[in-house]
């Protein structure tokens, strides 16, 4: 059981919208602007999509956008394309106890 | 080029122990707070072990604690894992990552981790 609980997995078909959602607890998410996202196509390295809950590192598709409230933090995709299709794992700063907490991560799939 | 390389992985019987290397180029190694992170074909990213830029501060997950160490050698750009006391569970690929946070001296906030190595595989199996 993973300390940050997101959905298995999510669909849209291209050009829609979709939210990922990531739910932790006042001690995680709900208490620092430290979330972070990944898309980690299988096989390959995992891509920092967005760090401090809404920035987006430089080169990533200004389509990734996140954002937070209370516990639970969200990930959107605007314009979904085929190449998005990916598993996404979001991540938080977990404080003194433990560094960094994880996700079980969410299928997308693009119909 | 930023670029992050792991090495050391392979196939050890339980008990036994590995160390893991990564080596960093293209950014100022002591400036950045780096990360293990392991991930079981199939399963999930899973946090393995963090250590501050300067060292000093150095942060295990529960089922690590006691049995893996993380160090680095700033003056080599490379960070170390050594693996002890290895369990079947323990097999996965094993990522190296660098904090996006610039000051990361002393301690290791999270704020995100934008440069991965490719990883290295860790077997073990009898």
């Known amino acids: ?111 | 080029d930023v670029q992050l390389l792991e090495s050391g992985g392979g196939l050890v019987q339980p008990g036994g122990s590995l160390k893991l290397s990564c080596v960093a180029s293209g950014f100022t190694f002591s400036n950045h707070a780096m990360t293990w992170v392991r991930q079981v074909p199939g399963k999930g990213l899973e946090y393995v072990s963090s250590i501050s830029g300067f060292g000093s501060g150095t942060y295990y997950a529960d089922s690590v604690k006691g049995r893996f160490t993380i160090s680095r050698d700033n003056s080599k750009n490379t960070l170390y894992l050594q693996m002890d006391s290895l369990r079947v569970e323990d097999t996965a690929i094993f990522y190296c990552a660098k904090d996006i946070d610039t000051s990361g001296w002393y301690h290791h906030y999270h704020h995100g981790m934008d440069v991965w190595g490719q990883g290295t595989t860790v077997t073990v199996s009898s």
């Open chain 1, 1 to 111: 059981q993973s300390a940050l609980t997101q959905p298995a997995s999510v669909s849209g078909s291209p050009g829609q919208s979709i939210t990922l959602s990531c739910t932790g607890t006042s001690s995680d998410v709900g208490n620092y602007l430290l979330v972070s996202w990944y898309q980690h196509h299988p096989g390959k390295v995992p891509k920092l999509v967005i760090y401090e809950v809404n920035k987006r590192p430089s080169g990533v598709s200004d389509r990734f956008s996140g954002s937070k409230s209370g516990n639970t933090a969200s990930l959107t995709i605007s314009g979904l394309q085929a190449e998005d299709e990916a598993d996404y794992y979001c991540s938080s700063f977990g404080g003194s106890r433990i560094r960094v907490l994880f996700g079980g991560g969410t299928k997308l799939t693009v119909l």
